[in-house]
């Protein structure tokens, strides 16, 4: 069993080696879908088509012996130049030309096509190759030259026929069957390496799909990329009411100067994967992060608005950040502002899409957030009015916000204990 097992790994490796033999480093997946497909045909069609060669010098046909030798001559230099530049073109060139012309060539060599035992079918490769991994524009024009030759060839019969000496019946009727079963088996094994290579190119782009979707995923709502993946353009929606948080660190400017920046982004990166793990176990929306401000909402895509699970996040939010460090400085501290209110959200950008909220409800919720004290959850009165049978809430009285004027606002302490 392991002796199997090993022989079929050194297989695997040497048919591995003879794919990826004209492999460059910036070919993409469809180039060397071509290359190993070319590199398999070619090869193998040199093994099928030497028995021939033998074949045909021990029966006296020096002349059709020479055709199948020169194929694997001109493939095997093919194959070096395609080793050494990593350049398919003359490989690619060449086998077109030789499926083409040589078989026609044995077919007179040998007598017609009763006498060579119908030798022209092996010109099939040529079209399959046009199909499979020469590039060809138009392989239609390909098949029809292929088709033509046999048809020239019909009338030419009699003249083949009487020019060569005839073979021995039982060698046509086993020539017969020995071209039918190669050339069958040439273009299953280049029909199977192109299958092989498809599916595998496929599963590479299936496999890239995925990674985009996800990708996706991280900075669209489920809602957005479906509907972004679907084709829908332009995504803009509108909400009667959606709940809106900021919060930032407080002091990070100056914190991110006395740290270097391995150090600033991976604690950074630390602080905001556990900010993101909490949104998504309360149910709430991140919709972006700008540095070290983190926005999220409740509602919108997703629903109806939730805000005790945003009361709720802001103090978990706060929690988190205050059981990190940054840079070494443990005990990081908060501003959290929250609004609930109408709202426009929308895709912008073509290339680099980002999915974001606007309005006056946005603007209030960041002026809460920005005129609230250090490790402070300020709250406007429409927020405070639905939190305050769960929460508790302290008011803060009127404060004078930039763009707003004077607003009166609270803070939001936490969940109200039982008893």
Not at 22 to 49: C, N, P, Q, Y
Not at 98 to 117: I, K
Not at 163 to 183: C, G, H, K, M, R
Not at 352 to 364: K, P
Request: no cysteine; aromatic share 6%.
């Amino acid at each position: 069993m392991e002796r199997t097992a090993a022989s079929t790994n050194r297989v695997a490796q040497l048919l591995a080696a003879v794919a990826s033999a004209g492999f460059a480093i910036g070919d993409d997946d469809d180039r060397r879908m071509e290359k190993s497909v070319l590199t398999f045909t070619a090869v193998f069609t040199a093994l099928v088509v030497t028995p021939w060669a033998i074949f045909y010098y021990a029966i006296g046909r020096p002349v059709a012996a020479g055709i199948p030798t020169l194929y694997v001559l001109l493939t095997v230099v093919g194959l070096i130049v395609l080793r050494r530049t990593q350049q398919d073109r003359w490989l690619r060139a060449s086998q077109l030309t030789m499926f083409l012309l040589l078989p026609p060539a044995a077919h007179a060599a040998l007598g017609g096509f009763v006498q060579s035992s119908a030798v022209i079918l092996f010109s099939l490769a040529a079209p399959v190759g046009a199909l499979s991994y020469t590039r060809v524009r138009r392989p239609g024009i390909v098949f029809a030259v292929s088709t033509a030759i046999v048809v020239a060839l019909v009338p030419l019969e009699p003249v083949l026929q009487a020019a060569v000496p005839a073979l021995d019946e039982t060698v046509i009727t086993v020539f017969f069957a020995v071209n039918i079963i190669s050339i069958s088996t040439i273009m299953f094994v280049a029909m199977a390496s192109y299958v092989g290579s498809r599916d595998r190119l496929a599963a590479a782009l299936a496999d890239e799909r995925d990674r985009s979707d996800r990708l996706l995923r991280n900075v669209l709502p489920d809602a957005i990329a479906d509907r972004l993946t679907a084709g829908e353009r332009p995504i803009a929606d509108r909400y009667d009411r959606v709940g809106i948080l900021f919060a930032d660190i407080v002091d990070f400017t100056s914190l991110s100067e006395s740290v270097s920046a391995d150090e600033l982004v991976h604690d950074l990166n630390d602080l905001l994967r556990d900010f993101d793990a909490l949104a998504t176990r309360l149910g709430a929306t991140k919709v972006k992060t700008i540095g070290d401000a983190y926005l999220a909402i409740s509602g919108g895509p997703s629903g109806t608005v939730d805000l005790a699970a945003l009361a709720d996040l802001a103090v978990g939010l706060r929690e988190i950040a205050a059981s990190h460090a940054i840079g070494g400085r443990v005990g990081i501290r908060l501003r959290v502002g929250i609004d609930v209110g109408p709202a426009v959200a929308g895709v912008i950008g073509q290339s680099r899409f980002l999915w974001d909220v606007y309005g006056s409800t946005v603007n209030t919720a960041s002026r809460m957030q920005s005129t609230a004290p250090a490790g402070g959850i300020q709250v406007t009165d429409r927020v405070a009015a639905e939190l305050d049978a769960g929460f508790v809430v302290a008011e803060r009285g009127v404060i004078e916000v930039k763009g707003l004027g004077p607003v009166h606002t609270s803070f939001l302490e936490g969940r109200r204990t039982a008893g």
